[in-house]
Structure formats: C-alpha cells, structure tokens
C-alpha cells in the first residue's frame, strides 16, 4: 500500500495505479476525457492536471499517467490547475463548440467565446477508440493518421477497415459521441468508418444479434467453446 | 511490385516489425510511392496491423501514399533560400510542367514538391531533383536542369538511392 494525500486527505493507492485512478476512487472530481480505467493512460486531453509536491517541489502534472508515490502531496483544484484546465477547454471549445460534454465543462468553469478560431470538429483526438480498438478489441482496425495539425483518427485508406468487426467499443467510449453505430435487422453500420457488416440471426429466437464476421473474430480468439455456441443470441444461450 | 520482391525486402530485414520504416524506405525507393496492395502484402506477412503501417506511413513525409513521377523535384523554401528568390524558381518551375505543388507530370515523369530546409543553405536556393542537388539555381537554369532529367534512368545517379551527390551550377 501506499499512502499519500490528496486535497490534505489520507489516501491509499495499490503500486501500479496512478493518482486519477486513486482520487476518482475516493470521490474526488477531477474532470478528464481521455482516460478510461480498462485503458492504458494517454495524457491527451491534458484535463486531469493537478499539482503534485514530492520532495518539497510542487509542479502541474496530469494525474492519469502519474503514478502514485508514497507521501506525495496532489492538490486538485487550486488557482493554478483551474488556470490550466480552463486553458485546454477554451482550446477544445474553440474546436468543437458543438459538442455537448465540452459545452458543459465550459460552462462549469465559466468558460466563454474562445479566443481562437472557432473550427466546426466533433472529435477531440483523445485516441480512446483507437485504443480500445487496439487493447481491448484487439483488432487495430482503426488508428492515427497524419501528424501535427492534420493528424486525425480513421481506418487505414479513410474507409471501410477490413478488420473491423463492428463491436461498438468506440461507439461507446467515445466522449464527444462523434462515432455514431446505425443498426439495421440485417445490417450493422459504423458509421464514421463506413463499415457496414450483414447480422447474423439467432437460430432460437431468428431475432438478428451480431455481425457474422465478428462471431467469426470470436470463434478465432476463443478456445474450447463449441461451434454452435456462436449461432444463439446471448438471451438464447 | 510483385509479392517475391516484397519477400525479398523483407528478408533482408528478417521480417523485424521494428524495421517497417526501413522496408516502406526500399518499397518507395521501388515504386516511388506506398502502393495500398503492397502495405497489405506487407501486413500478411508480418502479421502486422494494416493500421499501423498505416499510422507510420502517413507520419512522415517521405512517405507518398499516392503515385509520384519518376523524378521527384524538390524545391526548397527555407529562409536562406527564399531571400534569395526560390519562390520565383518555384513559379518558374510550376509553368514550365504545367502542374502545382503536389501534382505529377501527365507523361508521369516529374512530381513536384516543396520542402523548407534542405540543410545546403549556402548552396540557396536550392532545388533536389531525385538524389541531386542543384545549388544557385536561377528561374533561367530550370527548363535545362529539368531537360538533362527527361531522358535520364530514374536510378543511373548513383547505385545507393540514399546516397546524396552534389551537384553546382555555375
């Protein structure tokens, strides 16, 4: 165990975990948009900053990729951490000023017009769909793509990934809702990626589950399950 | 390219992931560009993820993922040169082929391309066609350096693609 405090209250962390972890397990609000706990931390959004003292240095950091360390000192919502998120939020709503979750940590923080030029984008670049599709999924169907101000998130040719099984998993972890997933009885479309796969019903109930060829992608990285386990809905199984 | 001259690139780097910048370097210096069936090819046989070639392909800008003339010229824009009149070559260069930046010659012979600092500073303004450059050149010297280049082999340079040769005009 290891113990430091946050906010001036004592608190417990496990080696390996970092101090976003820690502090939204013990209540604190702490705002941030690319992390997720199933998911390596990325350090994109630069919302979770904190001030961190260790060894009588006290300096910003974001506190998802900082580990926890015995008798540091995090203190999360001080007149310097507010300067930096209000920064990083008039940056994202000058991007994105239609996104819902950044309008409403605009208005938390009182936030007004951004200062700069105002773009019409809907992703914010924070990689959690890249990443989910490449640790969790496992399927690295979709990527970063260019660098600097033209870098963006997309399949391989901008269309259409081959390997893309049509999960959801960005669909749903996405924090500015721009991957949107449109189902049909006998289709199932990404529609960002442009990646439209036929259902395959279920031999119970005929009601149309999954994609074939993710049921397929299962069958492969699954071992010992019978063959006709993949042909009923999870209801019928 | 064929699949066995991709196997041979990739032998030569012992199907290594961590060599993919050094086998799409070979491929380009092949096809002058990334063709989509060959990052593919390559993808099978190293059972790497077509995205992250992908993802590295489209990093850095060497790398071309649409077709490109035999010859690439580059003119460089960086400061020295500038000052001392690339754009004007640049103009000079963009009638005389009749394409913009970015564009290939319709016989397929010359892509054009800008770059903002080729490190010859005092060559400037400077103009790299293939693995040549040619230093102090003026908008009167681009229509005889760009005919030397029309009947040329693409590779008769030099045998290493990535070896530089030197080249003042006077």
Known sequence: MITFTIDGFEVEGE???????????????????????????????????????KGGRTRLTTSCNYPVLEGISVQTNTEKTTRARKMVIELLL???????????????????EPRFKVDNDDCILCGLCERVCR????????????????????????INPKTCIACGACVYICPTNCIKLEETESERTIVRWERTLPMKKCKACGRSFAPWFQLEYFGKITDGIPADFWDKCVDCR | MGPKAIDRILKKYDYEHSSIIGVLQDLQDEENYLPEKDLEHISERLSMPL???????????????????????????????????????????????????????????FSLQTVNCVGACALGPIVVIGNEYH???????????????????RKSATKSPRHKKLKIEN
């Open chain 1, 94 to 112: 000058a991007r994105c000023p239609g996104v819902p979750i950044i309008k409403d940590l605009a208005k938390e923080y009182s936030v007004g």
């Open chain 1, 135 to 158: 640790e969790v999924v496992g399927v690295d169907a979709i990527t970063f793509l260019g660098r600097g101000s033209d870098r963006k998130v997309g399949p391989p040719l901008e």
């Open chain 1, 15 to 53: 080696k390996g975990q970092n101090v976003l972890q820690v502090a939204l397990d013990n209540g604190f609000d702490i705002p941030h948009l690319c992390y997720h706990e199933a998911l390596k931390p990325y350090g994109a959004c630069r919302l979770c900053q904190v001030e961190v003292t």
């Open chain 2, 135 to 153: 230093g102090q050149i003026t908008p009167g010297k681009v229509e005889s350096t760009i005919k030397k280049y029309r009947k040329k082999p």
């Open chain 2, 51 to 109: 995205a992250r070639i992908y993802r590295i392909a489209t990093f850095y800008n060497t790398f071309s993922l649409t077709p490109r003339g035999k010859q690439l010229i580059n003119v460089c824009l960086g400061t020295a040169c500038h000052v001392r009149g690339a754009a004007r070559v640049l103009d000079r260069l963009k009638m005389y082929l009749g394409i913009d930046v970015g564009e290939m010659t319709k016989d397929r012979l």
